[in-house]
């Protein structure tokens, strides 16, 4: 029987989320790879039992997290049910509609119909009557902006979704959901963009609408799915994300070009000068700006996740470092 570990928030890092009167840990884990039926079991609750024993309150899912879609939230859901249900109040737990998730008209985008029946299946999964965050996952050019953000405020109107979130809106996007939330009275909660060293287009507005309207970030893949780690330095070791050839958007061999290992070579030496590891070094180069509430990672160990977490040993930049930073990334 799991107990978690008393010193669990002595070391943690705990950020506002924008406006709101949410606290979410610096480091936040994402259970997109990792937690499917192809992967260990023993090996999922010793990441979630380690991760929540080092002050990691979040744990972030979507309805087709798996493989097969749905997996995820199941075996998240089976650990939360046995050994992590009297913790339910120290927990954050976010889920996600949006992507193709079944047959059919009703299964994919921003429908009222697909969010709604979505997020009821995520919860009997998840083995809990609410989620914390639930996001529309990605923006629908067809359905109106009106009724994907309704149905948000409607699950948490019936107590199924404490906050709200969007991800991968752009800016304009943005800035017209939050402002239909905030006509509702359910305020948008956070915002999720792929962000990291080698993803950067959030930089170009999408902060800064965040900022003016109050709403809290989370960087997903902060570390290019591992790209920005020492992991494919020397190759690609086949028990990698990109030596599994996993498909459905996982880093694929041809992502790690001879300009991005280049450039990770070089970012390297600067992470090894600070006596960090690289993925130390990209994990704290995001939580640098105060706008970025949470990074959120994925690990397939818990050495990982500990290499991860020793990010918060150092989070400040010399100016010269910043500027080789950017020198080697543009
Ligand atoms: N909203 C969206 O559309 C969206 C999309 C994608 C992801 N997400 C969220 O973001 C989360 C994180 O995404 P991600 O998994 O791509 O993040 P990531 O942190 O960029 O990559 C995680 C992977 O990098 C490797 N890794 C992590 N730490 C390492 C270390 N210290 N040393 C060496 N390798 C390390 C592991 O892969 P190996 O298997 O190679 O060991 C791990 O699974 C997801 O779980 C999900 O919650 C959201």
Avoid at 151 to 164: E, I, N, P, S, T
Avoid at 210 to 224: D, H, M, R, T, Y
Avoid at 229 to 245: D, H, M, Q, W
Wanted: net charge neutral.
């Amino acid at each position: 029987m799991y107990s978690a570990a008393t010193d669990r928030y002595d070391s943690m890092t705990y950020n506002r989320c924008g406006k709101s009167g949410l606290l979410l840990p610096a480091i936040s884990l994402g259970l997109w790879h990792n937690f499917g039926s192809v992967d260990d079991f023993k090996t999922m609750k010793e990441i979630i039992f380690h991760a929540f024993d080092k002050g990691i309150t979040h744990f972030d899912l979507a309805n087709n997290y798996g493989p097969p879609p749905g997996q995820a939230e199941t075996n998240f859901g089976k650990i939360l049910k046995k050994d992590l249900h009297k913790y339910r109040d120290e927990m954050i737990i976010s889920s996600k509609a949006g992507w193709s998730m079944w047959p059919g008209p009703y299964g994919n985008f921003g429908s009222r119909k697909y969010l709604m029946a979505s997020i009821d299946q995520s919860l009997k999964r998840l083995c809990t009557d609410y989620v914390d965050i639930f996001y529309s996952h990605r923006p629908d050019p067809e359905t109106p902006m009106e009724e994907t953000m309704m149905a948000l405020d409607q699950m948490v109107r019936a107590g199924k979704a404490l906050y709200v979130g969007i991800s991968s809106y752009n800016a304009e996007q943005t800035k017209e959901a939050v402002d239909i939330l905030n006509s509702l009275g359910t305020p948008c909660l956070i915002h999720q963009p792929k962000y990291s060293m080698l993803v950067r287009w959030v930089e170009d507005g999408l902060l800064d609408v965040l900022e003016q309207k109050g709403v809290g970030s989370i960087a997903f893949s902060p570390l290019g799915q591992g790209l920005l780690t020492n992991k494919y330095l020397n190759g690609i070791p086949v028990e990698s994300r990109a030596g599994r050839r996993l498909g459905n958007g996982a880093i694929l061999h041809s992502d790690i070009s001879p300009d991005v290992l280049r450039k990770i070579g070089l970012l390297n030496e600067i992470a090894l000068r600070r006596n960090q590891t690289l993925a130390q070094m990209a994990i704290a180069w995001l939580l640098k700006d105060s706008r970025v509430t949470s990074v959120l990672v994925g690990a397939s160990s818990t050495a990982q996740l500990d290499d991860n977490l020793r990010c918060l040993n150092n989070l400040k930049f010399l100016p010269a470092e910043l500027a080789e930073i950017e020198l080697i990334l543009h």
